[in-house]
């Protein structure tokens, strides 16, 4: 048993993961290469936990993306060829969200997404969330904001951390989504992999990957 918990950690660099970089992964076809360079929203993989060129997304990113996808005036693209889409379930009591690229002209959209999202965490004292999004603004080095911590506090230390870097940020219309104290919700009742929804548009199969205590996963379901 681990003696050490991280209980909160923010990262902020500059990155040149443009839209660009991510058009030109291995896991993305010509198929979907120009939906992936004109994106204003991307739901890119893990990189760090990528093996053999297989990307993976955090369990859940199916009912986010399917959330993104279906915003008005907004091009949201899921940064993968459709047959090599996988989601891998961690074994903790953490929430979190897949890498999420970003124009600064749809961020304030994103923030309310996301707010509705951490939303559903506020009355899980024991939860936290880990969640990393990169803003490109067209000018200049694209910034990333890697968060892990309380839920309650993650959306305003993100956009305070954005703000910093890009000062022509406007996410004030965003912050007023956020709740300042804990109030009652619905219960989230978790599903099952057989019950996991089907993106729309894109149609990706969803394998679902367990990672056991010993650090291995098994074969996809």
Known sequence: MALDQTLLRIE???TGKTREYWATRPWVSDEIRDQVRSADILI????????????????????????????????????????KYAE?????NI?????????LVALPILTTVIANEIQKLLDEPSSSIEMQVIV????????????KGPPSDALV???????????????????????AQRQPTSPVVARD????????NARLPIA?????????KDAPK
């Open 12 to 14: 902020v660099l500059e």
């Open 136 to 147: 490109d603004p067209q000018h200049g080095k694209c910034i990333s904001v890697q968060y």
């Open 95 to 103: 929430k979190r969200l897949p890498v999420l690229f970003v124009t």
């Open 208 to 216: 679902v990957h367990e990672e056991p205590s010993d650090g291995k």
């Open 88 to 92: 891998l379930a961690l074994h903790a």
């Open 44 to 83: 890119v993989p893990w990189e760090d936990r990528v093996e053999e060129l297989t990307p993976t997304f955090p369990t859940g990113t199916a009912m986010l993306a399917r959330q993104l996808l279906k915003l008005p005036n907004v091009n949201a693209v899921v940064a993968v060829d459709r047959e």
């Open 157 to 179: 230390t993100i956009t305070r951390e954005i703000e910093k870097c890009l000062p022509q940020a406007s996410l004030h219309p965003a912050k007023s989504t956020v709740v």
């Open 193 to 200: 992999q057989t019950n996991s929804p089907v993106l729309p």
